[in-house]
């Protein structure tokens, strides 16, 4: 999709939400014992995690749908028009989906005692939702396309590399939406039309433009620190850069949907998630804990 295209849509959706200000439903009838999980989480890291929690509580079945948080936002909407959400548990990295839910009374509220452990500033006081995950949106470099001296140092000089630098989609990625929504919020959309005039790639998500970054299609992308800290550990020549304007830190909340069946085994997960246990399992995955 063509960055003019993809920045004339996001226009359209973005005026709903201001940044980070940040009747019933009806879960599908599932046994006790399983819940399901709707997350923008990588899947083999959901997965994984997934599988961790079910080891600590063997009682308990975790069912994963993954897709991008605007892709999952979409099904939620749908869903509701046919009947009701059927996730029992929400797993993004976009803020306005919760609040927006949180104002249509589609969010349970439940304060965990993990949540006494996470700063104020990333849990809503009401208990409607609290930031499992912390991600970092930064400048990825592979080192065998361009030398480190030379890669870019700050989100100014990134478009500079026209072609040879990717991005994800706001549109299909909530880390991507948030960055897009911090940029036009802080300098307008000057960025963006430097980045369409020089042909900065775009691509489906962070994920995408890792890989592709790993596989020499790009010097340079935009994407998370976590997913290009799992790929330096398997051996990719690339390096993370922390912009000099700084990184745009991404809060991923955990939540519980109103309509759940099952209200006693998603509180169980996000005790899990919010847990040191739970923190330290994404540690080792790269990921800041919150």
């Not at 009374?105 to 995950?133: C, M, N, Q, V, W």
């Not at 020499?216 to 935009?222: L, N, P, T, Y």
Request: charged residues 25%.
């Amino acid at each position: 999709m063509k960055l003019s295209k993809v920045l004339f849509s996001f226009l359209a959706v973005i005026a709903f939400f201001p940044f980070f200000n940040p009747g019933l439903v009806s879960a599908q009838a599932r046994p006790a014992n399983r819940v399901l999980l709707y997350t923008s989480v990588p899947q083999q890291l959901a997965t994984a995690f997934g599988n961790a929690f079910m080891k600590r509580r063997p009682d308990i079945r975790v069912e994963i749908y993954r897709a991008g948080s605007t892709e999952v936002g979409a099904k939620l909407a749908a869903e509701r028009e046919v009947g009701g959400i059927r996730a029992d548990l929400l797993w993004l990295a976009d803020a306005p989906i919760y609040y927006d839910l949180r104002a249509k009374g589609e969010l349970l509220a439940y304060i965990s005692p993990e949540a006494k452990h996470i700063p104020a500033d990333l849990r809503d006081p009401d208990g409607y939702f609290t930031a499992g995950r912390l991600i970092n949106m930064i400048i990825a470099v592979n080192k065998e396309v361009v030398p480190l001296k030379d890669a870019p140092k700050s989100w100014k000089d990134f478009p500079d590399f026209g072609k040879k630098a990717a991005m994800g989609n706001p549109l299909y990625s909530g880390s991507n939406f948030v960055t897009v929504a911090t940029f036009v919020k802080k300098d307008g959309w000057g960025w963006f039309e430097r980045a369409r005039a020089k042909g900065v790639a775009v691509v489906r998500g962070n994920s995408e433009a890792a890989d592709a970054l790993a596989g020499k299609e790009f010097a340079i992308a935009m994407t998370l620190d976590y997913i290009i800290a799992g790929l330096i550990k398997k051996g990719a020549p690339l390096a993370i850069i922390w912009p000099a304007e700084g990184a745009i830190s991404v809060p991923s909340p955990i939540a519980i949907i109103k309509g759940t069946k099952n209200p006693d085994a998603s509180k169980a997960f996000v005790d899990y998630v919010l847990s040191k246990e739970g923190q330290e399992f994404l540690v080792k995955q790269e990921v800041i804990p919150v």
